[in-house]
């Protein structure tokens, strides 16, 4: 903690919801994670652009949400009207058990992925790391075009529990919203 370079407090925006110097809960001790995503440059301009608000959404919503083994869930994403899909990733506990997800567009029923995703596969695609289950900084992957909701659309998050064992999975959609 100690070791940290000191940061002039005149520079930083007090106000920012997602600001990490601002909020415990989302410090470099308290979730390295969710640190070094909100200093990533594409969310930092997110977060400052004019008549646009980043939204992170963790699907399913109660982290404490246990998946039984072999077992599927769905899960309806509450986004705002206008919302823009830009990047993804995936987590489950315990660390590197893995489970499949996919995301699907609830009015048109476009999937994000022709088939669901393993989450070590996916990870491995964010991290550069082989398939072998380590994981490093589990960082969102930009889509490469992302995808607007339009009411009445919102997006269905499929996970699917592949292990022999109860999981928490969470899959966390990195959204913006226009703004009227």
């Given at each position: 903690?100690?070791?940290?370079?000191?940061?002039?407090?005149?520079?930083?925006?007090?106000?920012?919801?997602?600001?990490p110097l601002a909020k415990p809960g989302f410090s470099?001790?308290?979730?390295?994670?969710?640190?070094?995503?909100?200093?990533?440059?594409?969310?930092?301009?997110?977060?400052?652009?004019?008549?646009?608000?980043?939204?992170?959404?963790?699907?399913?919503?109660?982290?404490?949400?246990?998946?039984?083994?072999?077992?599927?869930?769905?899960?309806?994403?509450?986004?705002?009207?206008?919302?823009?899909?830009?990047?993804?990733?995936?987590?489950?506990?315990?660390?590197?058990?893995?489970?499949?997800?996919?995301?699907?567009?609830?009015?048109?029923?476009?999937?994000?992925?022709?088939?669901?995703?393993?989450?070590?596969?996916?990870n491995a695609a964010v991290t550069g790391l082989n398939?072998?289950?380590?994981?490093?900084?589990?960082?969102?992957?930009?889509?490469?075009?992302?995808?607007?909701?339009?009411?009445?659309?919102?997006?269905?998050?499929?996970?699917?529990?592949?292990s022999d064992a109860d999981l928490r999975c969470w899959?966390?959609?990195?959204?913006?919203?226009?703004?009227?």
């Amino acid at each position: 903690m100690l070791n940290r370079p000191w940061q002039d407090p005149s520079g930083t925006d007090w106000t920012d919801a997602l600001n990490p110097l601002a909020k415990p809960g989302f410090s470099q001790n308290n979730n390295p994670f969710a640190f070094a995503l909100l200093k990533d440059p594409l969310m930092l301009a997110l977060r400052l652009a004019s008549g646009i608000e980043p939204r992170l959404f963790v699907c399913p919503d109660d982290r404490s949400r246990t998946i039984p083994a072999g077992q599927t869930i769905d899960f309806e994403a509450p986004i705002d009207p206008n919302t823009w899909l830009w990047a993804l990733n995936a987590s489950s506990r315990p660390n590197n058990t893995d489970f499949l997800f996919n995301i699907t567009d609830s009015v048109t029923g476009a999937s994000m992925f022709s088939q669901p995703v393993s989450m070590r596969s996916y990870n491995a695609a964010v991290t550069g790391l082989n398939n072998s289950g380590v994981s490093g900084n589990r960082g969102p992957l930009h889509l490469v075009k992302p995808h607007l909701y339009v009411p009445p659309s919102f997006p269905v998050v499929r996970i699917i529990n592949t292990s022999d064992a109860d999981l928490r999975c969470w899959v966390n959609l990195f959204c913006c919203v226009e703004l009227p």
